[in-house]
């Protein structure tokens, strides 16, 4: 995935639904789902959501029975890959420079520091 724009929030909530479909999804679906999770948008602001997730190319749609029904173009790992490393460059652009400045504003307590021990290990192979 080149870099995109940034998803909002609310965008975010609207990605996870068609992730978590697993299949091509209309608006009145999607609003359904988010109902369930409390979520009380109409179909307006889901379309507007919508609309702004194509143009930002992560999303796409076709045409179905006289309905608009909808399908990611990039997945959710890797948009969380693009995500994080759009993140770390922010930091000078490696994992290291990264840590350093998290580890300078809280110091890396000896749980943190034996999960990070492990999570590289897993790279020695």
């Given at each position: 995935?080149q870099?995109?724009?940034?998803?909002?929030?609310?965008?975010?909530?609207?990605?996870?639904?068609?992730?978590?479909?697993?299949?091509?999804i209309?608006?009145?679906?999607?609003?359904?789902?988010?109902?369930?999770?409390?979520?009380?948008?109409?179909?307006?602001?889901?379309?507007?959501?919508?609309?702004?997730?194509?143009?930002?190319?992560?999303?796409?749609?076709?045409?179905?029975?006289?309905?608009?029904?909808?399908?990611?173009?990039?997945?959710?790992?890797?948009?969380n890959?693009?995500?994080?490393?759009?993140?770390?460059?922010?930091?000078?652009?490696?994992?290291?420079?990264?840590?350093?400045?998290?580890?300078?504003?809280?110091?890396?307590?000896?749980?943190?520091?034996?999960?990070?021990?492990?999570?590289?290990?897993?790279?020695?192979?």
């Amino acid at each position: 995935m080149q870099k995109k724009q940034s998803i909002s929030e609310s965008e975010m909530k609207v990605m996870k639904k068609i992730w978590e479909s697993g299949r091509m999804i209309s608006v009145s679906e999607i609003v359904a789902e988010l109902k369930k999770d409390g979520e009380e948008w109409n179909h307006t602001t889901i379309s507007t959501f919508l609309t702004r997730l194509e143009d930002k190319k992560v999303i796409s749609s076709t045409k179905s029975k006289n309905r608009r029904i909808y399908f990611p173009l990039v997945s959710r790992e890797e948009y969380n890959r693009n995500e994080a490393e759009n993140f770390i460059s922010k930091f000078g652009g490696t994992l290291k420079d990264f840590l350093s400045a998290f580890s300078n504003s809280r110091p890396l307590n000896e749980k943190d520091i034996q999960e990070l021990k492990e999570w590289l290990e897993k790279f020695d192979d």
